[in-house]
């Protein structure tokens, strides 16, 4: 399996910026797929996860300006990321959920100023 992230940035407090992860080696279209980010833990943190027939969750810090979606076609996975904050900074990666590839990808570093 094969995620690659893209679409970080560093911008200014109450920007925004979409997130792309095209993944390849599964059949993207029957599998939950997971936003997570590096945090402070040595697990990463989820952030938002959107299952196969596009039922999504988020954490309660992402709710209301975080939004995930999926294009199987495209093998895509993507997260809309709005009113961002110094606290989002992090580097963002995508994977499985709740199965976990060991191949993480490179991620995508979001960094917002104040």
């Known amino acids: 399996v094969e995620f690659v992230e893209s679409g970080g940035g560093l911008v200014q407090a109450g920007e925004s910026l979409r997130l792309s992860c095209v993944v390849s080696?599964?059949?993207?279209?029957?599998?939950?797929l997971a936003w997570f980010r590096r945090g402070v833990g040595e697990e990463r943190d989820m952030v938002a996860n959107?299952?196969?027939?596009?039922?999504?969750y988020y954490i309660d810090s992402a709710k209301g300006r975080v939004t995930a979606t999926r294009d199987n076609d495209k093998k895509t996975l993507y997260l809309e990321m709005n009113s961002l904050n110094p606290e989002d900074t992090d580097r963002y990666y995508c994977?499985?959920?709740?199965?976990?590839?060991?191949?993480w990808g490179q991620g995508t570093q979001v960094t917002v100023t104040a």
């Open positions: 959107i299952t196969a027939d596009g039922r999504k």
């Open positions: 080696g599964i059949i993207m279209a029957i599998h939950t």
């Open positions: 994977n499985g959920y709740p199965w976990k590839s060991a191949d």
